[in-house]
């Protein structure tokens, strides 16, 4: 049984800022794919990798999906 958990990569927004802003400066978020929330598994545990953020430090100041998880924040 799937259920509709937030985005945690996006925080539930649908859009997250563009890092080349060129045309705007925000994007469709390429985890929920600017719905907001994402389908998952009533069973599933939250992500030890990144610890359920669906991010991971790239450096001191960007931050990239979470290989694990897909940036989703939870594991099935």
């Given at each position: 049984m799937l259920?509709?958990?937030?985005c945690v990569y996006c925080?539930?927004?649908?859009?997250?800022?563009?890092?080349?802003?060129v045309l705007s400066s925000k994007m469709g978020c390429p985890v929920c794919g600017g719905r907001g929330y994402?389908?998952?598994?009533?069973?599933?545990?939250?992500?030890?990798?990144?610890?359920?953020?669906?991010?991971?430090?790239r450096d001191m100041e960007e931050t990239d999906i979470c290989p694990d998880c897909s940036g989703m924040g939870y594991k099935w």
């Open positions: 259920m509709e958990k937030r925080h539930g927004k649908g859009n997250v800022p563009d890092p080349h802003g994402n389908l998952v598994p009533r069973d599933a545990n939250h992500c030890g990798y990144c610890r359920g953020t669906g991010r991971v430090a």
